[in-house]
């Protein structure tokens, strides 16, 4: 059975790049959201999707980064001009639908380190 | 402003012995808490949680405890198994607000055969 997957699992770039980062959730569900993790840190809401359209977008930091679905499964998200501060783990989950109390299941995460 | 924290960056435990996991939130319209479980090079996985009308949820070794009252909630492990070694991270979510999860700042736990 497959699980939450995410691409590149490791993905270094230099500060001022673009950079696309890929998640696959669990077939079948509806609700996908991102999650940035950094050093010491736990998990921190990025953004939220039920089917194609972000529910909740509030986690986004700054305008550089931008995240799509366009056909309600795979999700990319997108970071622009790139900078150190960027650098975490991204990780990606997905649930059922978008019921509260619904368990996300998580992907294993992209490292993304930015020079 | 961090809503849920978890104070013990990490915790060792002999095999066999319980361990107890502590956290604390600051926004009372968390109604609904969950643990999970992360090894190195994984995702976080689900645990256990509990809802606010509950204060105690037990699933096998693992049971967690919440405290509305204090705004602490705790998971105990028993008995421990050197399985168990990894980081654990509380987690809590508002019915009425949005989907996503407020997460501690995790306790790395080390089960000592």
């Known amino acids: 059975g497959a699980g939450v997957s995410q691409t590149p699992s490791n993905k270094v770039t230099e500060k001022g790049k673009y950079v696309e980062l890929r998640c696959d959730p669990i077939?079948?569900?509806?609700?996908l959201y991102w999650y940035r993790q950094s050093l010491g840190q736990g998990p921190e809401f990025l953004i939220y999707?039920?089917?194609?359209?972000?529910?909740?977008d509030s986690g986004l930091p700054n305008d550089r980064f931008f995240a799509v679905r366009p056909e309600g499964s795979v999700s990319t998200l997108k970071i622009q001009r790139t900078e150190r501060g960027d650098s975490a783990v991204y990780l990606c989950?997905?649930?059922?639908?978008?019921?509260?109390?619904?368990?996300?299941?998580f992907g294993p995460g992209t490292r993304l380190t930015v020079l | 402003d961090q809503q849920v924290k978890q104070n013990s960056p990490s915790l060792s435990v002999q095999e066999g012995r319980i361990s107890i996991l502590n956290c604390d939130y600051t926004?009372?319209?968390?109604?609904?808490f969950l643990w999970y479980k992360k090894y190195p090079a994984e995702g976080p996985t689900f645990l256990i949680s509990?809802?606010?009308?509950?204060d105690k949820n037990e699933d096998g070794r693992f049971t967690v405890f919440l405290n509305k009252s204090a705004k602490h909630l705790s998971l105990h492990i028993v008995p421990s198994q050197p399985g168990d070694s990894a980081v654990y991270f509380c987690?809590?979510?508002?019915?009425?607000?949005?989907?996503?999860?407020?997460f501690g700042t995790g306790t790395r736990l080390t089960v000592i055969p």
């Open positions: 989950a997905s649930s059922l639908d978008g019921g509260t109390h619904n368990e996300q299941f």
């Open positions: 077939s079948g569900h509806t609700a």
């Open positions: 509990i809802s606010s009308i509950k």
């Open positions: 987690a809590a979510s508002a019915l009425s607000g949005a989907n996503n999860l407020f």
């Open positions: 999707f039920q089917g194609t359209g972000a529910a909740d």
């Open positions: 926004n009372s319209m968390f109604d609904y």
